[in-house]
């Protein structure tokens, strides 16, 4: 199994991997859900993850599916866990941003926003109101 910024991908052995050749690829924008699992047969730490987009090893595009991944350890699965859902939220605001303007957001308390001096907004009431 292999991810990065855009891509979950396992395949069936390492040689395999060194041509690239994946059993299945899932891009991470795709990915919506991550939860942590049993595996019918044991114990075993197990995750699945749902999507509703990947590609099988022929590279066709396929639609929804649930993927079900044992790990050695309920450590290692956390960790995979952890990195497909920061992955995927950063694609999720990635994709996001290039099409929106990025989101910012004051840095000191009480500080104003300023177009025009008559239109000035005053955010420490806004920010009381969310318990800040």
Not at 54 to 82: H, L, N, V
Request: hydrophobic fraction near 35%; proline fraction near 3%.
């Amino acid at each position: 199994i292999t991810i990065d910024s855009q891509n979950f991908r396992w395949y069936h052995n390492e040689e395999e991997f060194n041509t690239g050749s994946y059993l299945g690829s899932v891009p991470v924008q795709f990915i919506y859900q991550t939860v942590a699992s049993k595996l019918e047969s044991g114990n075993q730490a197990a995750f699945s993850i749902s999507t509703s987009q990947w590609y099988d090893k022929t590279r066709q595009e396929q639609g929804m599916r649930d993927f079900y991944f044992a790990c050695p350890s309920t450590y290692q699965m956390d960790d995979w866990m952890i990195t497909i859902e920061f992955l995927r939220t950063k694609a999720v605001y990635d994709a996001y941003a290039q099409k929106n303007i990025p989101v910012q957001f004051p840095l000191r308390t009480g500080a104003h926003i300023t177009k025009r001096k008559e239109e000035r907004k005053d955010f420490q009431t806004l920010l009381y109101d969310f318990g800040g």
